[in-house]
């Protein structure tokens, strides 16, 4: 079965240190991959996707996030974290075969001021 | 409507008792999901309208779990004879055919007493 896995569960960092977030999915097939941020008292929103083309992808708020096709993985970066970063995020993967988003466990970012 | 209308935003019910949960998805979105977020959990697929197909139920976690879609519109999430372990926020989204990025609605957070 199509499963995502995030393997930082809790992620502490100060500001302006760099992040990256691992994500892994099982499926074999064509896969579209996402990654969801949940800011404190929010909704889910879209930070960016990938469907075909170019691996790194590029977000909103100086996020990026790099489609390894070999590793089955699409990890989450960004140079340097500011205060307002401290979330939770979330990867998903589509596929045609399952007609859903499967979500990863979530990591949740403090950042220290 | 602008964006995934949920309601009501905070339930609290008695240990049996049954609930509702509406979702009213943007205008002109075909595809509605439901899923279910628990603390450390992620968020856990529980069903999927698409147009006028038969929904994909294969998330939902106990009979006790139903849901609606009228008119290819709004949805009713009815949980019957609640439990405790059914305590969680439940999420909306919906996205337009051939569009896999969702629009989370604020969610449902229903605590069962």
Do not use: M
């Not at chain 1, 499963?3 to 994500?23: D, K, M, P, R, Y």
């Not at chain 2, 309601?7 to 949960?21: C, W």
């Not at chain 2, 059914?86 to 990025?101: F, I, K």
């Amino acid at each position: 079965a199509q499963s995502v896995s995030q393997h930082n569960h809790h992620v502490i960092l100060s500001e302006a240190a760099s992040l990256e977030l691992g994500c892994n999915y099982s499926y074999g097939g064509t896969v579209n991959l996402f990654w969801y941020v949940q800011y404190p008292g929010q909704h889910l929103q879209l930070l960016l996707k990938y469907f075909s083309g170019d691996p790194l992808v590029k977000g909103i708020k100086g996020f990026e996030a790099e489609f390894i096709k070999s590793k089955f993985s699409f990890n989450l970066r960004k140079p340097s974290v500011q205060w307002s970063d401290t979330a939770e995020y979330f990867c998903a993967a589509y596929s045609g075969n399952t007609g859903k988003l499967i979500f990863g466990q979530g990591t949740t970012l403090q950042v220290k001021p | 409507g602008a964006g995934v209308s949920q309601s009501p935003s905070n339930k609290v019910t008695e240990k049996g008792k049954d609930v509702e949960l509406r979702c009213d998805p943007i205008s002109g979105h075909t595809a509605l999901y439901w899923y279910r977020q628990s603390l450390g959990q992620g968020l856990e697929f529980l069903i999927y309208f698409q147009g006028n197909s038969a929904p994909d139920k294969s998330g939902l976690p106990s009979d006790r779990f139903s849901a609606e879609r009228t008119g290819g519109s709004v949805s009713t999430l009815t949980i019957q004879r609640t439990q405790q372990e059914d305590s969680a926020v439940y999420l909306c989204a919906s996205s337009r055919q051939g569009d896999y990025g969702y629009t989370f609605g604020s969610g449902t957070r229903l605590t069962v007493v």
